[in-house]
């Protein structure tokens, strides 16, 4: 199964043998995905700028309109964020040197294990070294509908965008498409059926994605029930991985079933943001999904609680949901009825409508506090 954590490889190598070679080594392993082989340097910047890979393997020896360390140079220049492993042979020796690209060298003869060990290391080098300010995904969930989850969602990914972070909102709800009745989107507007099976590249997303008045991307469901199916947990995994690298926040409206697909979603977020109301039923809901967490193995700083419509408490106090939960919850929205129903019948975001309201100015703090928490790793389920 392909995962979200895989590294993905963009080789640059012009000798037949040394590619199959190293294509053979990685065939027999699933944490590095070689996404392609690229003969010609003068395409490699085009090519990562598509594929976004998390590591790319250049030989030092490449020849073509583009030598291989030439090549190195332009990846450095152009910016691309990506750590660089150059491939040599004793004979032309090359030091590592990250000021002009070079993040490590890898000489020939190697072992799969020499190759992997290699790329493992850099990326992860790579990674400590630009943790701050990463792409953030964060699951809206709720075990039981009618809390307002798809609202607030939908609100939540706009007050991200207006805080200046690159957003995209992720229609989950892939049976139903929640999202598509909610805006009102045409029957016939682009789906994540659209994105192609075997490899994803960023112009594909630019076809796919519908582009919302209030400034942020949305990826739709499916238009049709039946078509849910036709998603995998493979094709979630592609399409998380590449909106990673191109969005800052990733916002997820997931429907309430713990299943594959939805557990794919889960796995890959870094908080999951679960709404919870003062309704009893809602509240028992809410606790068998805490157990089924725990037995997932998610710590508990990964689960973020919303009481939604905070002031209609119900009959049930604060201190008794908190009990109940294990723990006060981190968010709270107050009930707007008349502001929440008429922005939603007109499909545009409250907080747009009416940024000074209550309701709004919750979601707008939640938003800021989400993008600022710490971060908590991926699920350990996988």
Same mark, same amino acid.
């Given at each position: 199964?392909?995962?979200?954590?895989?590294?993905?490889?963009?080789?640059?190598?012009?000798?037949?043998?040394?590619?199959?070679?190293?294509?053979? @080594?990685?065939?027999?392993?699933?944490? $590095? /995905?070689?996404?392609?082989?690229?003969?010609?340097?003068? /395409?490699?910047?085009?090519?990562?700028?598509?594929?976004?890979?998390?590591?790319?393997?250049?030989?030092?020896?490449?020849?073509?309109?583009?030598?291989?360390?030439?090549?190195?140079?332009?990846?450095?220049?152009?910016?691309?964020?990506?750590?660089?492993?150059?491939? *040599?042979?004793?004979?032309?020796?090359?030091?590592?040197?990250?000021?002009?690209?070079?993040?490590?060298? @890898?000489?020939?003869? !190697?072992?799969?294990?020499?190759?992997?060990?290699?790329?493992?290391?850099?990326?992860?080098?790579?990674?400590?070294?630009?943790?701050?300010?990463?792409?953030?995904?964060?699951?809206?969930?709720?075990?039981?509908?009618?809390?307002?989850?798809?609202?607030?969602?939908?609100?939540?990914?706009?007050? $991200?965008?207006?805080?200046?972070?690159?957003?995209?909102?992720?229609?989950?709800?892939?049976?139903?498409?929640?999202?598509?009745?909610?805006?009102?989107?045409?029957?016939?507007?682009?789906?994540?059926? %659209?994105?192609?099976?075997?490899?994803?590249?960023?112009?594909?997303?630019?076809?796919?994605?519908?582009?919302?008045?209030?400034?942020?991307?949305?990826?739709?469901?499916?238009?049709?029930?039946?078509?849910?199916?036709?998603?995998?947990?493979?094709?979630?995994?592609?399409?998380?991985?590449? &909106?990673?690298?191109?969005?800052?926040?990733?916002?997820?409206?997931?429907?309430?079933? &713990?299943? %594959?697909?939805? &557990?794919? !979603?889960?796995?890959?977020?870094?908080? $999951?943001?679960?709404?919870? *109301?003062?309704?009893? *039923?809602?509240?028992?809901? *809410?606790?068998?999904?805490?157990?089924?967490?725990?037995?997932?193995?998610?710590?508990?700083? /990964?689960?973020?609680?919303?009481?939604?419509?905070?002031?209609?408490?119900?009959?049930?106090?604060? %201190?008794?949901?908190?009990?109940?939960?294990?723990?006060?919850?981190?968010?709270?929205?107050?009930? %707007?009825?008349?502001?929440?129903?008429?922005?939603?019948?007109?499909? $545009?975001?409250?907080?747009?409508?009416?940024?000074?309201?209550?309701?709004?100015?919750?979601?707008?703090?939640?938003?800021?506090?989400?993008?600022?928490?710490?971060?908590?790793?991926?699920?350990?389920?996988?």
């Amino acid at each position: 199964m392909a995962s979200s954590d895989q590294i993905r490889l963009l080789l640059v190598e012009d000798v037949p043998q040394v590619a199959q070679y190293v294509r053979s @080594l990685l065939n027999s392993q699933s944490h $590095i /995905k070689l996404l392609d082989v690229l003969t010609d340097g003068a /395409k490699a910047i085009s090519s990562a700028q598509q594929l976004r890979p998390d590591v790319m393997l250049v030989d030092a020896l490449l020849q073509g309109r583009v030598k291989g360390l030439a090549l190195v140079e332009q990846i450095q220049s152009q910016r691309l964020g990506v750590p660089v492993v150059v491939l *040599t042979v004793p004979q032309n020796p090359v030091e590592p040197s990250p000021e002009r690209g070079i993040d490590a060298v @890898l000489s020939m003869p !190697f072992s799969g294990y020499d190759l992997m060990n290699k790329i493992t290391s850099v990326h992860q080098n790579y990674q400590s070294a630009n943790s701050v300010g990463g792409s953030r995904q964060i699951a809206v969930f709720a075990p039981k509908g009618g809390v307002g989850k798809t609202t607030i969602a939908f609100n939540l990914a706009v007050a $991200i965008g207006q805080r200046g972070s690159k957003t995209v909102l992720i229609d989950a709800s892939l049976q139903f498409g929640d999202m598509r009745a909610l805006l009102k989107v045409p029957v016939d507007a682009p789906s994540i059926l %659209d994105l192609p099976t075997d490899r994803i590249q960023e112009s594909d997303l630019q076809d796919v994605l519908w582009r919302d008045p209030s400034g942020i991307d949305i990826l739709l469901a499916p238009p049709r029930v039946e078509m849910a199916e036709m998603v995998t947990v493979r094709d979630v995994d592609k399409v998380l991985s590449l &909106l990673r690298r191109v969005y800052e926040a990733i916002v997820l409206d997931l429907p309430a079933p &713990l299943n %594959d697909i939805n &557990l794919a !979603f889960l796995d890959a977020s870094d908080t $999951i943001l679960e709404i919870v *109301t003062y309704d009893s *039923t809602t509240i028992h809901n *809410t606790i068998a999904v805490a157990d089924a967490f725990r037995s997932i193995g998610y710590p508990a700083a /990964k689960v973020r609680y919303l009481i939604n419509r905070a002031d209609s408490p119900g009959g049930i106090s604060p %201190d008794d949901l908190a009990r109940a939960l294990g723990r006060v919850p981190e968010h709270r929205v107050v009930s %707007d009825g008349m502001l929440v129903v008429q922005s939603n019948n007109e499909g $545009i975001p409250f907080v747009l409508a009416n940024p000074d309201a209550a309701v709004s100015q919750d979601v707008a703090r939640m938003a800021t506090e989400l993008m600022a928490v710490a971060r908590v790793p991926a699920g350990a389920r996988r």
